[in-house]
């Protein structure tokens, strides 16, 4: 069965980075649209960014700039790559496949 599970979460200091991960399996990974989306506390869950089997990528005007999606789709495996962080980046982030495959979450805090 499909099975997403997102790491690389934690703490982080304004301006800092972190690297999560997303290792897929149950399904072909490498012809397939992936996505980040993130929920902060008391907000709806939002799109983060995007990228195609291809490895075409899109990004969220909010975080346009600072992340970078990448894929290895030899390790069925999702990144996201978060630079200068910002408190606002604080949630928890989800990797999506597909209409209604989610992963648990990992918790990203941006404090200082």
């Known amino acids: 069965q499909v099975r997403l599970v997102e790491s690389g979460g934690g703490l982080a200091q304004p301006g800092g980075s972190l690297r999560l991960s997303c290792a897929a399996s149950?399904?072909?990974?490498?012809?397939?649209?992936m996505n980040w989306y993130r929920q902060a506390p008391g907000k709806e869950r939002e799109w983060v960014a995007a990228?195609?089997?291809?490895?075409?990528?899109t990004y969220a005007d909010s975080v346009k700039g600072r992340f970078t999606i990448s894929r290895d789709n030899a390790k069925n495996t999702m990144y996201l790559q978060m630079n200068s962080l910002k408190p606002e980046d604080t949630g928890v982030y989800y990797c999506?496949?597909?209409?209604?495959?989610w992963g648990p979450g990992t918790q990203v805090t941006v404090s200082s």
């Open positions: 999506k496949y597909g209409r209604a495959f």
């Open positions: 149950g399904f072909m990974f490498s012809l397939n649209d």
């Open positions: 990228i195609t089997g291809g490895g075409i990528t």
